[in-house]
């Protein structure tokens, strides 16, 4: 029988491993050089990625007054990049499916360094010297090396030889997906601690949290100069989080159930946020040829 063990020593790291090696295969090394190509427009979506949102996520977590770990699996939430399902979206929305590429894989890499920080961060706020739960910055970076930045690398090789194999990234994607949302059920239906009785604390938070990702995905953009299109880019890669990053690390680096809480939430809201996002950034445009036609 799989126990809870069993799934966060082995099952869920294999199943991150080939979910960010499944990026790789997406990414080359001119999505990392595109960034002197639009500079403002990705230094403005990584101010929001990695600083804004996270200290939105505190503020949440603070004035709901969220127990210790699921302030933490919020504010961790917060802090993650965008995944490759933001991509999709930014390119079947007609946004800038470039800008979104490369925020997604700058700011995974970004997040080997911050998201250990914003984490301990919030394990300090809302733990104060009462508790004894922390994490390790150095070994939960080699965590994130491990299993989000070494696949990610080597996927990027492994394209880069046999391009061929990027035909293998969906159904490798879909895979890891189903993969992990099984695990996330199996803890849920193993549950020792009755997490799930106590979920309805996290809801509204999260969903604020990933509605504010969107709007202030746009404006904060959009204030500092960068286009419309690129600005709506900015904001589906907000709100779009890459949650399993954010579930392994609560269920691996935290042990905890509860800091997976918010992750489960926003997984079912996230995606109709972000195509509501490009569903007005479309609208937008269709207006404002109207009006140039007129």
């Known amino acids: 029988m799989i126990d809870t063990d069993t799934l966060i020593k082995v099952i869920i790291p294999i199943t991150m491993f080939s979910l960010m090696f499944a990026m790789g295969l997406t990414l080359t090394t001119a999505d990392f050089k595109r960034i002197l190509a639009v500079p403002r427009a990705t230094l403005m979506g990584l101010l929001v990625l990695l600083l804004v949102l996270p200290v939105i996520g505190l503020s949440l977590a603070y004035a709901f007054e969220l127990p210790l770990m699921m302030a933490v699996g919020l504010v961790a939430l917060a802090a993650c990049p965008g995944g490759t399902t933001s991509n999709v979206v930014a390119h079947i929305g007609k946004g800038d499916t470039a800008l979104s590429v490369t925020l997604t894989a700058t700011a995974t890499m970004a997040t080997l360094v911050t998201l250990p920080l914003w984490i301990n961060l919030s394990l300090y706020i809302f733990g104060g010297t009462g508790t004894n739960i922390e994490m390790p910055i150095?070994?939960?970076?080699?965590?994130?090396?491990?299993?989000?930045?070494?696949?990610?690398?080597?996927?990027?090789?492994?394209?880069?030889?046999?391009?061929?194999?990027?035909?293998?990234?969906?159904?490798?994607?879909?895979?890891?997906?189903?993969?992990?949302?099984?695990?996330?059920?199996?803890?849920?239906?193993?549950?020792?601690?009755?997490?799930?009785?106590?979920?309805?604390q996290v809801i509204l938070p999260t969903v604020l949290l990933i509605l504010l990702a969107a709007v202030v995905g746009f404006v904060v953009p959009k204030l500092a100069g960068v286009n419309v299109k690129s600005s709506a880019t900015i904001a589906v890669e907000s709100c779009l989080k890459n949650i399993l990053i954010s579930f392994f690390l609560a269920s691996s680096a935290l042990s905890s159930l509860d800091a997976a809480l918010a992750s489960a939430v926003a997984g079912a809201i996230i995606m109709p946020v972000a195509i509501c996002v490009m569903l007005a950034f479309n609208l937008f445009n269709k207006s404002q040829e109207k009006l140039v036609a007129s």
């Open 138 to 200: 150095l070994q939960t970076g080699g965590q994130l090396f491990l299993f989000t930045v070494l696949p990610v690398l080597l996927g990027m090789f492994a394209r880069s030889r046999k391009p061929a194999l990027l035909k293998y990234e969906p159904l490798l994607t879909k895979i890891s997906v189903v993969a992990m949302a099984s695990c996330f059920i199996l803890m849920a239906v193993i549950d020792e601690h009755d997490s799930f009785s106590r979920a309805g």
